[in-house]
């Protein structure tokens, strides 16, 4: 089955210490993304990847860090400098558009975390 | 400033009540309008891109449409198993997402 894994589910951490989110993707895609989802709150982009070794902030990057060794994987850490970071994350993957075509996401179950 | 913006934020319908979602975008030089569902605690769920003015889309009791200014998702004799949030996005090389429209249907 072809689908994008997320781990853990729910992540409790105390303030002040980094932690990393994992992102798996078995269905080939080139690209990858990383956001967080606030109640009320549209997704924010916060890192995406669209090659190996390659990536660009989003909206959001201040705090966060990724690293793309794998196209199969795209791990996000959030580190102590994120002022607010309990939140859903959520990963996504799609193929890349060429020119005017444009490609749906494909999202994962989501990690939750919880920081105190 | 690109936009997304939907409405209603939250929506009750009885079982079998046929009603709209409202997607209204400025998203210059737009290149696709996709609709996604989200269950509670769970990543969206992919359901229709649309690319240009007066497309539809149909999927079991789901319709979107798309105007120049705005796209809805008609939901037809809705069932309590199509509750959840539903989402819209605009693409331009990024997607910026609308808040999304909480849909309750009640048996």
């Known amino acids: 089955d ?26 080939n895609h080139d690209a990858m993304y990383w956001y967080r989802q606030d109640p009320g709150q549209g997704l924010r982009l916060i890192y995406y990847s669209q ?49 005017h075509s444009s490609y749906e996401q494909y999202f994962g179950p989501g990690t939750r975390l919880t920081v105190t | 400033e690109d936009q997304v913006t939907q409405s209603p934020e939250a929506l009750r319908l009885q079982e079998g009540e046929s009603s709209s979602l ?32 007066g497309e539809e889309k149909e999927k079991e009791r789901l319709k979107a449409t798309l105007t120049k200014k705005e796209s809805f998702l008609h939901i037809t004799a809705p069932k309590p198993e199509d509750s959840a949030t539903y989402l819209c996005a605009g693409y331009n090389y990024q997607l910026i997402w609308g808040a999304g429209t909480k849909l309750i249907i009640k048996p």
Do not use: H, M
């Open chain 2, 22 to 53: 409202n997607c209204s975008y400025t998203v210059s030089g737009l290149r696709g309008l996709f609709w996604y569902r989200q269950d509670p605690g769970k990543g969206p769920e992919f359901l229709f891109t649309l690319y240009s003015a």
């Open chain 1, 51 to 99: 090659i190996v070794n390659d990536f660009q902030k989003g909206d959001i990057a201040e705090g966060y860090s990724v690293s793309r060794e794998k196209k199969e994987s795209f791990p996000l850490t959030v580190t102590s400098a994120q002022k607010n970071p309990t939140a859903f994350y959520l990963c996504a993957s799609s193929t890349i558009g060429r020119g």
């Open chain 1, 2 to 27: 072809g689908g994008i894994t997320q781990s853990p589910k729910y992540l409790f951490r105390k303030e002040g210490q980094n932690v990393t989110l994992s992102c798996e993707q078995n269905l």
